[in-house]
């Protein structure tokens, strides 16, 4: 795609602090401004420490009615993972105007070497604007295999128990054990040796219970509850777990 790219398109798009901000992103995109903040909120909540780096929240004031809203400055990497999923020709535009605004400006706020003309310049922010676009579509790729076992999982019928919902995950029964305890989704009773699910994940469709009647060797008959993990919960599971990261309360 030849997408031809003015600088005076780059005004406005990134600040001297080498950051856009949410409002720029929804104008320019084309998108509500409360969507691409539920956006960012969601990359935040999936990976606090790197969200918190790359996403400052700050104040504005709406010029048309006085009133003071919230709304996000962007770094280069916070915007490049906000926007890796919005698709469509005017968008591919936007994506790449503002990695030159970006390159751009940076070249501004650092010392530019002498040797290199401004046609220079701008071929080499080309070139990394499009091995950045490149990197993009690999990544999305990537998480393309991701997606589906996901849809995989939550179509999926039945339900596991917590060593098998383990396994599908690919973490230790004990830290599985351990996370859902410390998180709100399982407990024991005092005096208990079983788990049991809280009300709130049952109804919720993530944890369900099941009974099954054990015969002993003297004939006798022993009823035993297992916790077990729906295809819903596992799905919810896949998107907390990696790192054993604490569960965002709602």
Known sequence: MNIAVK???FNGLVNDSLKTTSRIIAEKFEKAHNHVLRDIRKLIEANPEWGM???GQTPYVDQQNGQTYQMYEITRDGYSMLVMGFTGKKAMEWKIKFLEAFNAMEQQVQTVPASLSGPQLMAAALIEAQSTLNQQVQEIENMREDVEALDRISSADGSLN???AAK???VRPK???SWLSQNGW???RNGAGSWLG???KCNAGLLEHKTTTVLRADGSEKVTEQ???TAKGLTRLAKLIPGVAREVKQ
């Open 7 to 9: 600088h005076d398109d």
């Open 53 to 55: 780096t790359n996403f």
């Open 162 to 164: 917590i060593t098998e």
């Open 168 to 170: 599908g995950l690919g």
């Open 175 to 177: 830290d599985l054990f």
């Open 186 to 188: 399982i407990y024991k």
């Open 198 to 200: 809280y009300s709130s």
């Open 227 to 229: 916790v077990r993990v």
